[in-house]
């Protein structure tokens, strides 16, 4: 069975730009999560998702940052513009409510901002 | 929570021998808690999980105990091998929605 997938695996980019992160959860999974890493620290939930409904987006930063995922399985996360400290890990991840709701995550996406 | 940054606590292991890797949680409201394995590069790879039901729970060489009376967990790794060097986090939560993450402890395995 396919974990989570994730592209791009790494990104540079300069401030200012835009950038998207892509997630394709496990196949059945309802719930997915974007979480965001700096080094040497643990994951940090950004938004979960319970379907296609953004059910707890508290500590995502809205000013700048936007996710969807449309029809239910696979989620974009959109930075616009980016600064120099969003430079860190975003990680995906998803469970199954039914099941137990362990969540697995991606490789993630190592963010860098020039 | 606490973060340590860059300096995170490290556990260093003989090959062949028994890791303990402590973690102190936050909300005694907590009734899930999960250890992930972290290698460099990669996501949190999932090792073992516990209800607050439970005191104890024993998986493939690892075992995870659950203290709540003092917010305490712990993950055992019997016969510690080259393979199992990497960051651990233990993390908290409601019925396994937002998980709190601990600030990891690396795990470095001697040959």
């Known amino acids: 069975e396919a974990g989570v997938v994730q592209s791009p695996r790494y990104k540079i980019i300069e401030k200012k730009q835009p950038v998207a992160f892509w997630c394709n959860p496990i196949s059945g999974h309802n719930t997915l999560y974007w979480y965001l890493q700096n080094l040497g620290q643990g994951p940090e939930l950004l938004i979960r998702y319970e379907n296609e409904e953004a059910v707890d987006d508290s500590q995502l930063p809205k000013d700048r940052f936007s996710a969807e995922r449309l029809k239910g399985v696979d989620s974009t996360l959109k930075i616009q513009p980016a600064e120099l400290g969003d430079s860190a890990v975003y990680l995906c991840?998803?469970?199954?409510?039914?099941?137990?709701?362990?969540?697995?995550f991606g490789p993630g996406t190592r963010l860098t901002v020039l | 929570g606490e973060s340590v940054g860059l300096h995170l606590p490290t556990l260093s292991v003989q090959e062949g021998d028994n890791s303990i890797i402590n973690c102190a949680y936050s909300?005694?409201?907590?009734?899930?808690f999960i250890w992930y394995k972290q290698e460099s590069g990669k996501g949190p790879q999932f090792i073992i999980d516990?209800?607050?039901?439970?005191d104890k729970r024993q998986g493939q060489r690892v075992t995870v105990l659950l203290n709540k009376t003092v917010k305490h967990l712990s993950l055992q790794i019997a016969a510690t091998q080259p393979g199992d060097s990497a960051v651990y986090f233990c993390?908290?939560?409601?019925?396994?929605?937002?998980?709190?993450f601990g600030a990891g402890t690396i795990l470095r395995v001697k040959s």
């Open positions: 909300n005694s409201a907590s009734d899930y």
């Open positions: 991840a998803s469970s199954d409510y039914l099941a137990g709701n362990t969540q697995y």
């Open positions: 993390a908290e939560s409601i019925y396994g929605n937002k998980l709190v």
């Open positions: 516990i209800r607050s039901n439970m």
